[in-house]
């Protein structure tokens, strides 16, 4: 069973002169090296309860358990270093350097100057860009989603054990907001950090939690469960109206292309001869071949049509434009992929680029079939949040 790394026991926070609490006795264990999404209307108190946790608001009552340690009363300057904190907004020091704002919390802790310029290098590279060529620019030198790249990267200069995450992603544009989330879920492959995150989006949550906490007024818990078992089983008709329509689609966002079979299509060298390839294609049974380079990389889709009209040229460039994704992509943005491309089938790469197989509607459909029939057989007790 997976160790509570943050208690929540009977936490209350009242506000001045309102009539009813914000937060109202809420009591939430928190598994470690998970992703734990606060999600629910406007208002409901989930980002009073994530500032409670590091005490940037003190709650009225109850108690907070880092580690078993009751962190409650324990110097909140202290307890903030142990947390990374991440906000819409970004926070970052507008007169300070990326390395700079990067070294915040490293330098109150004490480190020396080797040791806080190696952790800024390590922390650039980690989220996907290039020490040398940004360690010393300005936050406004930077577009919107290399800033909040930063603001993960600060978060994370003290190595902390649990990070506090409030709409990290909610002020970005929409594309960007999809590779960063998925750059993110790459990163958190890799460290494993406790992490607490707010969003209002039910479909962000749904991407990007190992558990949801759905809540209403007063941070009262709707259903505390995984991404599946909400979609599947959802506690009561408020749970079921917040997730909305859709919960076939929303599924997508739960498997990714690694976790499926993959389909296998028939695949043909650039510099194949026209005539040959038209052969070759006539005996696929296809209504067109997958053109790879040298290095097995994907380049097109050739048709009998394209293959008529190559004219000498290579194969690559006479053919339809591909859609690609990689073994983390979700079948949500595979879809999506698939959608917008001029052929509808996703063609999968490694790492290195190279063809690894293809993902096509009857995929999709058999997941989200797969998925519907795992979850209503699982036990609910596989489900329950850890004691």
């Not at 907004?89 to 700079?100: D, E, K, M, V, W």
């Not at 408020?238 to 296998?264: C, E, H, Q, T």
Request: glycine share 8%; aromatic share 4%.
């Amino acid at each position: 069973m997976t160790a509570t790394k943050i208690r929540l026991d009977a936490l209350t926070k009242r506000f001045p002169g309102q009539a009813r609490p914000a937060v109202q006795e809420l009591s939430l264990d928190i598994p470690e090296g998970e992703i734990v999404i606060f999600v629910g209307p406007s208002g409901c108190g989930k980002t009073t309860t994530m500032k409670m946790i590091n005490r940037l608001i003190e709650p009225t009552s109850g108690r907070i358990f880092l580690d078993d340690e009751d962190v409650t009363r324990v110097d909140a300057d202290r307890l903030r270093r142990r947390i990374g904190y991440v906000i819409q907004q970004i926070g970052l020091f507008p007169h300070q350097t990326i390395a700079q704002n990067i070294a915040t919390v490293p330098k109150l802790l004490g480190w020396d100057r080797k040791r806080i310029a190696e952790r800024v290098d390590e922390l650039i590279t980690t989220v996907g860009m290039d020490p040398a060529a940004y360690r010393d620019r300005y936050p406004k030198q930077l577009s919107g989603g290399q800033r909040q790249r930063i603001g993960v990267a600060r978060a994370m200069s003290a190595d902390p054990d649990v990070m506090l995450m409030d709409e990290p992603f909610g002020a970005i544009d929409p594309i960007t907001r999809d590779r960063l989330q998925n750059e993110f879920l790459r990163l958190q492959a890799e460290i494993r950090k406790t992490i607490v995150f707010v969003t209002h989006d039910i479909d962000e949550a749904i991407k990007m939690g190992d558990r949801i906490a759905i809540l209403r007024e007063g941070s009262e818990i709707a259903q505390y469960d995984t991404p599946e078992r909400i979609l599947v089983d959802p506690a009561d008709e408020f749970v079921a109206d917040f997730i909305g329509r859709g919960a076939s689609l929303k599924r997508l966002s739960l498997s990714r292309v690694r976790d499926i079979p993959l389909g296998d299509w028939p695949t043909v060298a650039d510099g194949t001869d026209p005539e040959q390839a038209h052969r070759m294609l006539a005996a696929s049974g296809r209504s067109s071949l997958l053109v790879l380079d040298a290095q097995r990389r994907p380049r097109s889709w050739v048709t009998a049509e394209h293959l008529r009209r190559a004219d000498g040229r290579p194969l690559a460039e006479v053919g339809l434009p591909l859609a690609t994704v990689g073994p983390a992509a979700t079948l949500s943005d595979t879809l999506n992929e698939m959608l917008t491309a001029r052929y509808s089938t996703a063609v999968v790469v490694d790492d290195a680029g190279g063809y690894g197989g293809v993902v096509d509607i009857d995929t999709i459909n058999g997941a989200i079939r797969g998925m519907r029939t795992a979850e209503h057989e699982r036990p609910r007790g596989d489900l329950e949040p850890p004691s």
